[in-house]
């Protein structure tokens, strides 16, 4: 299995609902980002798990909260987002943060996500 | 901090010419610098990952240079076809982190190959 898996892959919210977005691969990476990509724009970072472990947060709006229950899955909870959210999330793998020679990320397809 | 920059945004080729899209870096150099492919709606796809001490790197079709003097990574696509049509990022390892490496990407170029 060489993917990332993002689910779900449209998502509306309110501004008051509770959500959730998944990701998982089993490439056996240890390293996994989510990135925020705007229309026209590239993908900015957001969070960085390094052996799951938080390594990096870029500045995130706590109504962002990323979590990592194991090596295969990050989630990343949604509460209280605003219209200015609304983007596609991306998830990407590597197998660690420092990559090997002629490696780079894998990224899923991402959650296109509507905030009304 | 790291500014990067590709100097265009949008590229129109006529099918069978190659393709030249650059990426420009401030400040230091990083140890690699990486290439993707981002067609509408999906996430971007890994091409080539060029590393400080290599000049060149090749990939069927695709070449990247990696000018550290310049600060700058050309690439290539030759022999392009309608197929190639595609944003292009480039991206940048930042070191300056303890926590480890980051990608930060360049502002996309949009490659249109035209029959």
């Known amino acids: 299995d060489t993917e990332v898996t993002q689910t779900p892959k449209h998502l509306v919210m309110g501004m008051t609902n509770k959500k959730s977005l998944k990701c998982e691969q089993h490439?056996?990476?240890?390293?996994m980002y989510w990135y925020k990509q705007k229309a026209k724009k590239p993908p900015e970072l957001m969070f960085v798990y390094s052996y799951e472990k938080l390594s990096i947060n870029e500045s995130v709006p706590s109504r962002f909260s990323p979590e990592c229950p194991n090596s295969s899955l990050l989630n990343l909870h949604l509460h209280a987002l605003q219209p200015e959210d609304s983007a596609l999330y991306l998830c990407?793998?590597?197998?660690?943060?420092?990559?090997?020679?002629?490696?780079?990320?894998?990224f899923g397809s991402g959650t296109r996500l509507t905030v009304v | 901090s790291q500014k990067i920059e590709q100097n265009s945004e949008a590229l129109n080729i006529q099918e069978g010419k190659t393709a030249t899209l650059t990426c420009n870096y401030t400040?230091?150099?990083?140890?690699?610098l990486q290439w993707y492919r981002q067609d509408p709606g999906r996430g971007p796809v890994f091409l080539l990952l060029?590393?400080?001490?290599?000049k060149e790197k090749r990939k069927e079709r695709l070449k990247v240079t990696f000018d550290t003097t310049l600060k700058q990574s050309l690439f290539h696509i030759t022999a392009s076809q309608p197929a190639d049509s595609a944003t292009y990022l480039c991206a940048l390892d930042m070191i300056e982190r303890n926590a480890g490496n980051m990608l930060t990407f360049g502002g996309g170029t949009r490659l249109m190959v035209k029959p």
């Open positions: 490439m056996g990476h240890r390293a």
């Open positions: 060029i590393r400080e001490n290599e």
């Open positions: 400040n230091y150099s990083p140890a690699y």
């Open positions: 990407a793998s590597s197998p660690r943060v420092e990559l090997p020679p002629n490696y780079g990320y894998t």
